[in-house]
Structures are given as C-alpha cells and as structure tokens.
C-alpha cells in the first residue's frame, strides 16, 4: 500500500532488512511474498562491537586514498558500529583486500576507527545475514519467472533502508540488483498502516493476490544460500 507496488504495472520489489528480512516481489497482477532469517547482524547484534543506531555509533565507512573514513552518529567518540557502518565497512574491506570473497579477514582485527574493529566472527555474521536475503530474493524472482534486471523498482524499508547505502550492499551481495534500481522507502510499514485504516479498499482482494512462499520447504534454498555466502569478486 505505502509504495503502490500493489497496483503497479511493473516488477516492483520491497524489502525490509531486519533480524527477519520481509521480502515482496510483484505488481497489480500478483505479489509473491517471503520472511528469511537473517540474523541480528544488521541491527548490531552478535556482532563484537554492534549497537543500534544511536549517537557513537559508526554509520558510515568510506575507503578514500588516505584509509578510511568513518562517519558516526553524533559526531563524538565512537563507540560501536550499527547496521548501516558493517556493511559499508565489510564492501571497504573487500576492496582493499582486507576481506576475501571466501569471507576471510587478513589479521585478527581489523581497526576501522579506534577503538571499534572487527573481527572474523563479525564478518562471518554477515556473510549468514547476506546469503539469507540474497537466497530469498533469488527464489522470489524465479518463481515469479524472472531476473533482478526485470525488476522496475526496489524499495528498502525501515530505518535500516533508509540509511543503507546501496554500492554496499551490491558490493557484499546483500541484494542481486543495480544501485540505480534500489531506493529507500522510510518507514512503509507505519505509511501502510495508516492508509488501511483511512482508505477504503478491498483488502480482501488484495490478500487474494498475495501468495506466501516458504523458504524452507523450496528443495534449492540450501544450495542457493550456500552459493551466496560468498562475496561477489570485485567489479561482479
């Protein structure tokens, strides 16, 4: 309802990425619609110095030619890294070679700014975090009978969406679509909520058209999340 993929003619995609990813492929014709497992990675959990998004936060990680630079919320000391911080510093850490496509870290810890670092155990998180929702999509797409370029728009939700910056999450393999396809959405499920309250609409015939796909019981989840815990080569 919030981004009116529910009546559009185009492949539209939306994708909420949590400790569970909600994913929505489809348009007026029909929505395909599944809940992937990702884990507390992208929200700081299980993650050495994860945090929520809140002030000390680290939010953003560039490579530049003199190392990195790290934007944290607040702009004070940092003191940990939030969702939106690990996946920019995980697709920096794979340009610099930091971080192999297997997922290996050079060293111990790798120092982003001091004293937040990662460890090999936070990039594995990520790497369980990404190939749940790359798998999702990819099942999505082809029980729809199509491929990520065939996809109009993809909206990102959440406060999460709002502050991924999409190059990351192509760089890593979060999502199998171009940067100039994704955009953020805000919260679409707040939006959502409000226009079926003060709308009058056929819900019931929307519900009608929204067919439950699960992950669990699709005999190549396993092999296609297997296949994604790798990171795509550079320039892939």
């Not at 919320?73 to 939030?82: D, L, T």
């Not at 060293?107 to 975090?129: F, K, M, N």
């Amino acid at each position: 309802l919030a981004t009116g993929m529910a009546e559009a003619r185009e492949l539209t995609a939306l994708v909420d990425l949590g400790t569970n990813g909600e994913i929505v492929v489809g348009n007026r014709e029909r929505l395909l619609c599944a809940s992937t497992a990702a884990g507390p990675a992208f929200e700081g959990g299980r993650i050495s110095m994860g945090m929520r998004a809140a002030p000390g936060a680290i939010y953003e990680v560039v490579a530049g030619p003199q190392g990195l630079v790290c934007g944290v919320i607040g702009g004070g000391q940092a003191r940990g890294i939030c969702g939106s911080g690990l996946v920019d510093a995980v697709a920096a850490g794979l340009e610099l070679g930091v971080i192999t496509a297997g997922g290996r870290l050079e060293g111990a810890r790798w120092e982003l700014l001091p004293p937040v670092s990662l460890s090999q155990a936070d990039v594995r998180e990520v790497q369980l975090a990404k190939a749940a929702v790359a798998a999702a999509a990819h099942i999505l797409l082809r029980r729809w009978g199509a491929g990520p370029a065939s996809v109009k728009r993809v909206y990102l939700a959440g406060a999460f969406g709002n502050y991924l910056r999409t190059a990351s999450a192509r760089r890593i393999g979060l999502l199998p679509f171009a940067e100039d396809q994704m955009r953020p959405a805000g919260n679409t499920a707040l939006l959502g909520a409000k226009l079926a309250l003060f709308e009058n609409g056929d819900f019931a015939a929307l519900r009608r058209r929204v067919e439950h796909v699960p992950l669990a019981e699709d005999p190549d989840f396993q092999e296609i999340y297997v296949r994604e815990m790798r990171f795509p080569p550079s320039g892939g």
